[in-house]
């Protein structure tokens, strides 16, 4: 539909007065196609509201369906369940992402996040935060990002931390203290035949960026122990970080697993590190001393390298501070310690390379 304005013409002021007429009929005519259409628009809706008719009963909060293909009657429909009422009704982004967690969804994720853990945290465990964190679907990002659990001043750890057959190393647990205590009575439940604060069996732990220290709480048991890895688990450790005083292992490593902790700090626990059946281990410039049975423990074809790794339990070298057994290997140079057997030379227990 055109509407036509006053045009400026050559011919006089009849064009003039005749295009003045012309606009003024047809603003008329817009605005009675405009009342006709809206006319149209209310006539159309109470159609379909005649045509559409409902249950003659039905249950709160049920999601209603069409009942059948092209059908203008509804039924009772589907419950929403209450994960999905949750996220509908999450307060906060928090909330949301907790009930997402808890429900299997998750979410992509490409930009840094942090999450605290204590008292006036966001969450007052670890694993809270990491089935938060969950929620999230790492994606690429040239350079990467961060996910961060820091740990708030005066947290105790009084919970174990076991992954099983999923990848959490693209989140770093870190502190606010030099030190975090670990509540060696929480620990509770068994993986194989440690009792450890963090293990992973087949997946990936979370990066440990904090120093941790075991508390003498709870049960005597010796099989309490820092970090496990089991059947191809994975873990890191950041320089000048890991677990100390653990009555049996600060790390324990077990078929296949791989531990990469340059420069981590393993200090006064009973056995700094072991590993058995083909497991790997890197521990370069760590330290790993002041230990009471072994300083490290390599068998059963495991591949352990400690160069210039302070792995000495005591004032002078003994024969169990760097200790190889059942066809390992060992790389020891620079390292501090004494030899279980004479240096580069192989034997049926393996060989010490230094």
Known sequence: MAIFGVINTADGG????????????NFATLETEITDARD??????AAIAEKVTGPSTNTADYVPQWNGTNSKTLKDGFEITAAGKAIVSAESMDA?????????????????????VGSGGDYSTINDALAALSAYYPLYVSGGFTAEISLLSGFVMAEQVIVSGIDLSWITITSVDAEVVIAKSALATAVGEIYPAFCVDRGAL???????SMDTSGTASTFRSGIGAFRGGR????????????????????????????????????RGVILFRACRGS???????????YGVQAGSGSILNVRNANCQMGASPASTDIYVTGGAFITAY?????????????????????
């Open 206 to 212: 979370p990066a440990i960026g904090a120093l941790f």
């Open 334 to 354: 620079g390292a501090t310690g004494g030899l279980s057997q004479t240096a580069n030379t192989l034997t049926g227990n393996g060989i010490i390379y230094q």
């Open 235 to 270: 873990v890191f450790v950041s320089s000048g970080c890991g677990v100390k005083n653990s009555p049996y292992a600060g790390v324990y490593g077990y078929m296949g697993a791989d531990i990469m902790a340059y420069g981590s700090v393993f200090t006064g626990n009973n």
């Open 96 to 116: 949301m992402v907790s009930s997402l967690a808890s429900s299997g969804l998750v979410m992509k994720k490409g930009t840094d996040i942090t999450v605290t």
């Open 283 to 293: 521990f370069d410039e760590a330290n790993i001393s002041e230990c009471a049975a």
């Open 40 to 45: 149209g628009k209310a006539s159309t809706h």
């Open 14 to 25: 009849d064009t003039f007065y005749e295009g003045m007429v012309k606009a003024k009929d």
